[in-house]
């Protein structure tokens, strides 16, 4: 099985976010990067098909030289061959999508795996996107997934439920938390991963349509009063939530 | 300015997500001058759709075919951009929930458009639509502006108001769009519903459990408050993790980002990626027995005590209230 991976770069969940001086960006001084939490699902997905059928697993990831860190864990943690699709210029995901696409075309894979969403832009559109391009069905937000001659059976979320989609490969899944537990990249991982090489492409330039006017910190939020220290507090409690808040 | 409102059902039921689009639509439609179509997609929709009537809604289209009865992917996308087209519509509305989020990214490909998902405000400035979404869980905030001719927005549910029925009450009209087999390459084959649950993304009131709950067997105190309260059981991701609760009840930066008029933290730090998912929240309320954990930083109230006093006591007092 041919196995692709789409993995970003993104700022550390424990990172504080501020607003760099242009107004656009984030202020990326002194925040750490690291692979995108929801690709970790996907890595060991394409891991794991791989163990259970031999094949390959590629990972791509698009965007400039510190993208190679995220790569270069993805390569410790199991996967055959990294591909960086070197690119700087800003990118809303629609261009994302455009460049993983062309890519993708060039290398047919079996299965394309995403992280449902990045945890910077929160958007949860380049995996379903790229399926589009590709002309290839998909199933998002996948909780689990079995792969048994060339069809493929997944469980997704939905509100208060799951539903269960069947599709034929080639297919494009996009993981969610609960699909499986991430291994730790070994230490023999972690050395050999140093000496891989990583395949630098070009992407062709795309352009924005979804473009950012501003970015600001959300209003901030006032610590409110503490109550009370025992269970005494209770009933003014439940008094403030009805008659002030108006929320029971 | 025509504007497309995805309007979503499930088991021939309106979402409330359905009215938050068309009435959003309709909001902007006001602003900067058009019409609103409303599309309700599924097997046998027609009268379904005649609910959306006083919603603001220009015209109320129907697409139903016995196939469309369960949500597919790609069928679904490519009804939704079919009739984008034959209405020619600029913009294109859809809920930020599972199937909108599914089915939005194919439908921004299939007709060349920009997308903002998850969207909270939409402003018109100069005849443009700028929305504001949250990034990076909600720890900064971002205006889009669109600049492809079609534009597509997913709305977060819960944020918009659904509106109210009005007796100016538009006509459905029920449309085909011609679907071969290979449009349903994407196909739900079953749907399991936690029944009578109410999921957290939805839910106007969360009652969220941590690991000072000490166990998976204390989240019957909580499940019983939220039970009274007729909201939803959340969860940290450290009791998700400990498997204690279930993932899809995880609220945070990996969760479920939610903002109901009411959470109570129980036994919740409140770690950055805790507050990411829940800090938009109405009200919150902390209950903890640290009186330095940082949950208290953005709850509204609090009470510094054992989590095992103290939830018994909201129950008995809610019930009371509510003559439960
Ligand atoms: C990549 C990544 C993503 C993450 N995503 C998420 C996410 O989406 N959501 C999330 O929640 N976390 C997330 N986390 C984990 C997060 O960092 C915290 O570890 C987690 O939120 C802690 O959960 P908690 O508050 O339940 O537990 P703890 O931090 O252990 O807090 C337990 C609290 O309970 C209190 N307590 C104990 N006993 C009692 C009692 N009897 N009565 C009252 N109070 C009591 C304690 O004072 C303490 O404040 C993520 C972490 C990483 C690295
Ligand atoms: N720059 C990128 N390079 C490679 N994959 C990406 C990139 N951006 C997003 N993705 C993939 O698309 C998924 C969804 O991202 P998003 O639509 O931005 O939320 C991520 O989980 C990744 O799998």
């Known amino acids: 099985m041919k196995l692709a991976v789409c993995i970003n770069h993104v700022p550390d969940t424990a990172a504080k976010i501020n607003i760099a001086s242009d107004g656009k ?9 690291v692979l995108n939490p929801y690709d970790e699902y996907a890595i060991e997905e394409c891991l794991r098909l791989k163990e259970k059928n031999t094949g390959e697993v590629i990972a791509i990831s698009l965007g400039g030289d510190s993208h190679k860190e995220t790569l270069r864990k993805a390569l410790a943690m199991g996967v055959d061959k990294a591909v960086l699709l070197k690119d700087e210029s800003p990118r809303d995901s629609f261009a994302v999508a455009r460049a993983l696409a062309d890519y993708l075309k060039e290398i047919s894979a079996d299965a394309i795996f995403f992280g449902k969403q990045s945890v910077d832009s929160d958007d949860a559109a380049v995996g379903t996107m790229v399926a589009e391009m590709l002309g290839l069905p998909s199933v998002s937000v996948a909780v689990k997934l079995e792969i048994a001659n060339g ?47 990583i395949e630098e492409k070009a992407p062709a330039p795309s352009q924005v349509k979804a473009e950012v006017l501003a970015m600001r910190k959300p209003p901030s939020k006032n610590a409110g009063k503490i109550i009370g220290t025992d269970v005494n507090a209770v009933p003014e409690l439940v008094r403030l939530l009805h008659e002030e808040a108006k929320v029971i | 300015m025509k504007i497309l409102a995805f309007a979503e059902q499930r088991d021939n039921k309106l979402k409330k997500s359905a009215f938050e689009v068309v009435h959003t639509a309709r909001t902007i439609a006001d602003q900067i001058g058009g019409e609103v179509i409303a599309l309700v997609i599924g097997d046998q929709v027609q009268v379904i759709a005649g609910e959306l009537g006083g919603y603001g809604a220009t015209k109320i289209l129907a697409v139903q075919q016995p196939k469309l009865g369960k949500y597919s992917s790609t069928a679904y996308a490519k009804v939704i951009a079919e009739i984008a087209k034959k209405e020619q519509a600029d913009i294109i509305l859809l809920p930020a929930t599972a199937m909108g989020r599914d089915s939005a990214p194919r439908v921004a490909v299939k007709l060349d458009a920009g997308i903002a998902s998850d969207c909270i405000a939409f402003k018109v400035d100069s005849g443009n639509i700028i929305a504001t979404r949250p990034v990076y869980a909600g720890k900064a905030l971002t205006e889009i502006k669109i600049n492809s001719a079609v534009k597509v927005f997913t709305l977060r549910p819960n944020v918009f108001p659904a509106g109210t029925s009005t007796s100016m009450a538009a006509k459905v009209e029920v449309t085909d769009i011609p679907l071969a087999e290979s449009d349903f390459a994407s196909l739900v084959i079953e749907t399991t519903q936690a029944s009578g649950k109410i999921d957290v993304a939805e839910a106007d009131i969360i009652v969220s459990g941590g690991r000072g709950m000490k166990g998976p067997e204390n989240f019957k105190m909580i499940e019983d408050l939220a039970g009274v309260l007729g909201g939803a059981v959340g969860a940290s991701r450290a009791v998700v993790d400990a498997g204690w609760r279930p993932h899809n009840e995880q609220v945070g930066q990996t969760g479920k980002t939610v903002s109901p008029s009411l959470y109570i933290a129980v036994a919740i730090s409140g770690s950055i990626q805790h507050l990411a998912g829940m800090s938009s929240s109405k009200y919150i309320v902390a209950i903890n027995k640290d009186k330095d954990a940082p949950i208290f930083q953005i709850a509204d109230y609090g009470i510094v005590a054992d989590a095992f006093d103290i939830v018994p006591a909201i129950m008995l007092e809610t019930k009371m209230l509510l003559g439960k």
Do not use: C, H, W
């Open chain 1, 25 to 33: 960006n984030i202020d990326k001084t002194g925040v750490t990067f």
């Open chain 1, 151 to 197: 069809t493929a059976t997944a469980e997704r979320e939905i509100e208060g439920g799951k539903e269960k989609v069947q599709i034929t490969l080639p297919a494009v899944f996009t993981a969610q938390k609960g699909l499986n537990e991430p291994r730790y990249p070994s230490l023999k991982g972690i050395m050999s991963s140093k000496n891989k090489p």
